[in-house]
């Protein structure tokens, strides 16, 4: 489970550097990925498109007190501006679903 934002009361706002690990931690997951995957367009809701896709791909989680661990579904998109907000507005993004395998502690 994600620990985003940082600055929620369960990361002791902002001080539990936890949620910030994270971020690296799928960057590291997203370099690892096989060139040869190919991102999935999305139209609609990131979760819908998710929730209709297989895994794609297994990779590895080297990292030593792994938290990204399973079935993991990967959004890549832009943000909508704040101007169109009220327009509900779904925009495109990229999706990909892969399983993530940790090494026990």
Request: with cysteine; proline share 6%; hydrophobic share 35%.
């Amino acid at each position: 489970m994600l620990s985003w934002p940082n600055n929620k009361i369960r990361n002791v706002f902002g001080l539990n550097r936890y949620g910030r690990a994270q971020g690296i931690e799928l960057g590291l997951l997203i370099s690892k990925l096989p060139s040869s995957l190919k991102w999935k367009t999305c139209d609609k809701d990131a979760k819908n498109c998710l929730d209709e896709m297989k895994v794609q791909a297994d990779i590895a989680n080297p990292t030593p007190n792994a938290s990204l661990c399973g079935d993991l579904g990967i959004v890549s998109g832009s943000l909508v501006p704040w101007a169109w907000s009220q327009y509900k507005v779904v925009p495109t993004s990229k999706v990909m679903r892969v399983n993530v395998k940790c090494s026990k502690r």
